[in-house]
């Protein structure tokens, strides 16, 4: 039972290739729907190669995106709280591919975030507060992908993995959350088909230590 909600999402995505020599990249996407969200990355390969067919690159992004949670104070009563999170940010990234399974990047994070609550009960007054934070700090990224389709794939598998390290600073001057950010996520997908039979499996974890906020 959805409760009379609904939702959607559309992505475009446009590449631009070879704009110079050296083969640099212009890479952008539109999401539109219920998690609106506008991403912008130049990407520009190194002319350095390493052995076993590793490659490097820098790349400059950023993003802004917004989406709608649901909170429940307790996993088992009635909904505490809706608000609408967004977030404007942007990273500048060192990084390697290998051949063709994937990469890794490292490189400087910074993002502003903002809560706005649209509806609260009675018991969660406190989460009825507006709330703005600063994320900042150096993220290590991998993603490895051998999945034959991005969508509705038949074989193969994927591993994505994120960590970050830096500071989390309220944008009120007194709040007792700021403070050491630190969080580890990783997710894997797999699919094998037999005959006219798929079966796809997929995992998730998620970490993370020091500042906490109201509404993680």
Wanted: neutral net charge; proline residues 5%; hydrophobic residues 35%.
């Amino acid at each position: 039972d959805n409760q009379g909600r609904s939702g959607f999402n559309l992505k475009l995505v446009h590449n631009r290739h070879w704009l110079d020599e050296h083969g640099s990249e212009w890479r952008n996407f539109l999401r539109l729907g219920t998690a609106p969200a506008l991403g912008t990355e130049w990407y520009r390969p190194m002319d350095w190669r390493l052995p076993d067919g590793l490659s490097g690159f820098v790349a400059m992004s950023g993003l802004t995106q917004r989406r709608t949670l649901s909170y429940y104070s307790n996993p088992n009563g009635p909904l505490s709280a809706t608000l609408d999170r967004s977030s404007t940010g942007g990273a500048l990234e060192a990084g390697v591919n290998w051949r063709e399974l994937g990469e890794w990047r490292l490189g400087w994070v910074d993002e502003i975030w903002r809560d706005d609550p649209n509806l609260t009960s009675s018991q969660n007054q406190a989460l009825a507060v507006p709330q703005a934070w600063r994320e900042h700090g150096w993220r290590l990224r991998m993603v490895f992908d051998q999945l034959d389709h991005a969508y509705f794939p038949t074989s193969g598998w994927r591993v994505e993995g994120r960590w970050m390290q830096g500071r989390s600073d309220s944008r009120h001057a007194s709040d007792e959350n700021d403070g050491t950010l630190r969080y580890l996520d990783l997710q894997g997908q797999f699919a094998r088909s037999w005959g006219m039979h798929t079966l796809q499996g997929y995992g998730h974890l998620a970490l993370s230590d020091g500042v906490q906020r109201p509404v993680p």
